[in-house]
């Protein structure tokens, strides 16, 4: 049967990759997105079957948020999603009651197994995630200050052709560049590009000081 699903984070770039990910399971058929808890009870989706809640929130975090979309959601499963994979926060997590803990740092492939598993009835935590020794932060990438200017068009979803216009370079330098950043972030598409600059907090360049050549 299908589902719908709900997306709660306060950071919409996060939500569009996870959404884009997300979007590619056969069982989902419908997707839902807020930005604060309050927000997400707001829409009242009493037949919503799954909740991806990211814990760190402005107003109200995802933990303490758990019991208020309980009741706004009551048959759906809630997953939380966390930048951090240490034991104690996944303890906390199942100590208040989620259905799940899914790190930022996990694959679309991961996601997409974790949907499968919550959608199931079974619990999805990390494995050995009681075990502060086997859990291990990813590896910051070092990435160059153009590659960085690269990525933040890129997590703005503009093409290559526009990217090479924008920053003055060729469109092979900028599919250099792409290809360079890919295999930094461990990933090979673009929106899992976008996840992985949000949950490794990428300081990136701001947009508005890179000449706007799409005026006019």
């Known amino acids: 049967m299908p589902a719908s699903l709900l997306l709660v984070d306060d950071h919409t770039l996060f939500r569009t990759g996870l959404r884009l990910i997300v979007q590619d399971h056969p069982a989902v058929a419908c997707i839902s997105e807020a930005g604060t808890v309050a927000e997400a009870c707001a829409l009242q989706l ?49 100590m208040r009651g ?45 990435l160059t200050a153009r590659q960085l200017d690269v990525l933040a068009l890129l997590c703005t979803g503009k093409p290559n052709k526009v990217i090479a216009r924008d920053l003055g370079l060729s469109e092979n330098t900028v599919r250099v560049h792409v290809a360079a950043i ?19 907090g990428l300081s990136l360049p701001p947009l508005q000081t890179l000449p706007d050549h799409d005026a006019g």
Request: aromatic content about 4%; glycine content about 8%; overall charge negative.
């Open 46 to 94: 009493d037949d919503a079957d799954l909740v991806l809640m990211d814990i760190q929130m402005p107003g109200m975090s995802g933990l303490d948020g758990l019991r208020l979309l309980r009741q706004a959601c009551p048959r759906a499963r809630i997953v939380l999603v966390s930048a951090s994979v240490a034991p104690d926060a996944v303890y906390e997590a199942r």
């Open 98 to 142: 989620a259905d799940g803990f899914l790190p930022k740092s996990a694959s679309g492939e991961d996601i997409l197994e974790a949907i499968t598993c919550a959608l199931s009835g079974a619990p999805c935590f990390p494995p050995n995630s009681g075990n502060a020794a086997t859990t291990r932060a990813p590896a910051a990438p070092s």
């Open 182 to 200: 890919f295999a930094q972030l461990g990933v090979n598409s673009r929106s899992a590009a976008l996840l992985a600059a949000q949950r490794l």
